[in-house]
């Protein structure tokens, strides 16, 4: 059992559930996380073996997609260097990386859990993705959001 939740953020069009899932213990990296916030949860408090709800952002129908797990500890994201990436950092130097990534390892697929059936659970009115203004790509959840997620899901 996790001993940690979280909820991360991902565009269906760059890496979904399904993209994720591919092969049998196949790890994805979580690159272009560009917010401070962010970033410090996956330097300071994740860890391996932390349980994430995988969720689709910025589609027609954003939610949770799927139970995933974090899958490594944290390196610098090539992606800052490269000149050619939506996430290139010019001002982030090989000697002092700027943004970090892990590797996160897609379990399961879920039914889509859509934000409007989110919002309907009172167990979940407290969640982080839900409050008005929240715009983070990782958040935590707590033990009792993670709980009734996953029997939502079930």
Same mark, same amino acid.
């Given at each position: 059992m %996790?001993?940690?939740y979280w909820l991360m953020k991902s565009e269906p069009d760059e890496c979904s559930i399904d993209d994720a899932l591919g092969a049998p213990n196949q790890t994805v990296p979580w690159t272009g996380v560009r917010n401070y916030q962010a970033r410090n949860f996956m330097r300071d408090a994740m860890h391996v073996g932390d349980g994430v709800l995988f969720y689709h952002s910025s589609c027609p129908e954003p939610g949770i997609a799927g139970i995933a797990r974090v899958a490594s500890g944290t390196r610098p994201d %090539?992606?800052?260097?490269?000149p050619d990436s939506p996430y290139y950092d010019k001002a982030s130097k090989q000697e002092a990386p700027r943004w970090l990534l892990l590797d996160v390892q897609a379990l399961r697929k879920t039914r889509l859990l859509s934000l409007a059936e989110m919002r309907d659970s009172p167990a979940l009115s407290s969640m982080r993705v839900l409050q008005r203004g929240n715009r983070l790509s990782i958040t935590p959840v707590t033990a009792e959001e993670w709980?009734?997620?996953?029997a939502l899901v079930k």
């Open positions: %996790p001993s940690q %090539p992606t800052q260097f490269d709980a009734a997620v996953t």
